[in-house]
């Protein structure tokens, strides 16, 4: 729970900078929605990549004339599918707090790096016998690095595409090698 009030401040305190930066230059803060497919992973041979989905809320906030921060609030469908049965599925669904620091390479195109905080709110094994929860098999926090980038085709309508790499083990009490959530993100995405 202290995870989930922690990524919520961060949230909120860039949302405040936004507003005293947006004073100050000469571009406005903007917001936006954006929606799109995940191609999730686990790094453990026992699983291969599963489709998802994504989508949410940002705030761009510039900084400097090439600078800015985008922080996001998104719904992340994660998880894998087990190897050799593919009609069994790990779904690992979490709230996601994305916060990227964007550098505009030109004025439609911009790279992007920054930190993903994740809070579980569904964790579950489905297959063809049904479901069952596996709560206590996996944590409720994620935390990931994010690489991406994006292009604007007018100052609305752009495409995105972003790799999370997981730096938390997202196993309860594991005594192996961690396992990692890994994430492949393409979408669209829309300012007001």
Do not use: C, H, W
Request: charged letters at 20%; proline letters at 3%; aromatic letters at 12%.
């Amino acid at each position: 729970m202290k995870k989930l009030f922690l990524g919520l401040a961060i949230a909120a305190s860039s949302l405040s900078f936004a507003q005293e930066k947006a004073k100050e230059s000469s571009s406005a803060v903007t917001f936006g929605i954006k929606a799109g497919l995940n191609v999730a992973s686990i790094n453990d041979d026992a699983f291969k990549a599963k489709a998802g989905i994504y989508g949410g809320v940002f705030a761009n906030i510039p900084v400097a004339s090439s600078f800015s921060v985008q922080p996001e609030l998104l719904y992340n469908g994660m998880g894998a599918k087990f190897e050799g049965l593919s009609d069994v599925r790990l779904n690992l669904d979490y709230i996601s707090v994305p916060v990227m620091l964007q550098y505009n390479l030109l004025p439609e195109l911009y790279v992007e790096a920054g930190p993903q905080f994740s809070f579980a709110i569904n964790k579950k094994v489905k297959g063809d016998a049904g479901s069952a929860d596996v709560d206590d098999l996996f944590k409720g926090f994620d935390l990931g690095i994010g690489l991406g980038a994006g292009y604007y085709f007018d100052q609305k309508f752009g495409l995105t595409a972003r790799f999370v790499a997981g730096v938390t083990d997202i196993a309860e009490n594991n005594p192996g090698d961690a396992i990692r959530n890994n994430l492949f993100q393409v979408g669209v995405a829309y300012k007001f």
